[in-house]
């Protein structure tokens, strides 16, 4: 009898010893594939947390939407449901409206001009202030690359140009209100019937970056691509607030720095995946063709006007060097 309550002892105090050491599992959504830009730098960002931390955290990535859609896994992270979520802050506008600000068009001058804008004082502002509002913590900004007009017919060059045009949009105020601000007639359909809405003639175009237009293989209905670039939407890890409070400090800096490492490897990955998407559409006959911005980024001046509550916030977006 002593033996076996000996060996029981031995068994307890074993399995308390593997439970402790086994690695605590945050689960990170991402709607993308695997492979993707954004889902192989979070799973870079949790090799250096589990190196830092010597094991004691994992991140289990999740990609292809399988924990659900962007908006359903914000939703969960805002419950603690799950840890982590890489976001579009179109999406995450949806929870916390200032974010739909970096959505207006023509806001960014260019990359440089959107990254020292994001990494400078106003994206510090919106995170700061979204972590007040919500019960979200922003790890990183991420790149996803400036979105442009294609079309069936003929390329867009100047504003007037998308007057009269049926456009996809998704179903963003933002972008849908800049089409019509431009004349155009913009159409909500699922990315998915994108295709054939082009190649039937229901849309005369769509906008979205280099990757997705390639992709989705929209390149081969609408062979005409306008690089307006007049939407340049950054992406966001965020964890869950709930989570990121039972962090100690030296945790805490451990996934902030790892953050900031995962940001520059998905903008090197993405800057290498949008090389290889326009090479291969323009293999596939695609003309593309680079418009003069300037006339648009007067032309949608008077748009800002609709969003003069941030006015203050843009202007300081604005005025970034």
Known sequence: MRKWCLAMLVVVLLVSVSWAQAPVVFKSADNQPDGYPTVEAVKFLGKVVEEATKGKYKIQ????????????????ALLGAIEMVRCSTLTLSGFYEPMGILSLPYLFRNYDHQWQ??????????????????????????????RSFYTIKAP??????????????????????????????????????????????????????????YAMKHFEVAKHYSLDEHTRIPELVIMSK??????????????????????????????????RSLKAVQEGGVKIYNPDKGPFQQAIKPFYDQYSKYKELIDKILAVK
């Open 242 to 275: 709930s989570v990121w409070e039972k962090l100690s400090p030296e945790e805490k800096m451990i996934f902030k720095m790892a953050g900031q490492a995962a940001s520059v490897y998905q903008r090197i990955l993405w800057k290498q995946f949008e090389e």
């Open 117 to 146: 804008a994001v990494l400078g004082a106003p994206g510090q502002e919106l995170i700061d202030s979204m972590s007040k509002n919500l019960n979200l913590v922003a790890l990183a900004w991420f790149e996803a690359g400036a």
């Open 61 to 76: 990535v999740y990609p292809g939407a399988q924990l659900g859609s962007e908006k359903e896994t914000i939703e969960q």
């Open 156 to 213: 867009i060059m100047k504003p007037e140009d998308v007057k009269g045009l049926k456009i996809r949009v998704p179903e963003s105020p933002v972008l849908t209100n800049m089409v019509k601000f431009l004349g155009g007639a913009p159409v909500h359909l699922p990315f998915g019937e994108v295709y054939s809405a082009l190649q039937t003639g229901v849309v005369d175009g769509a906008e979205n970056n280099p990757p997705s237009y």
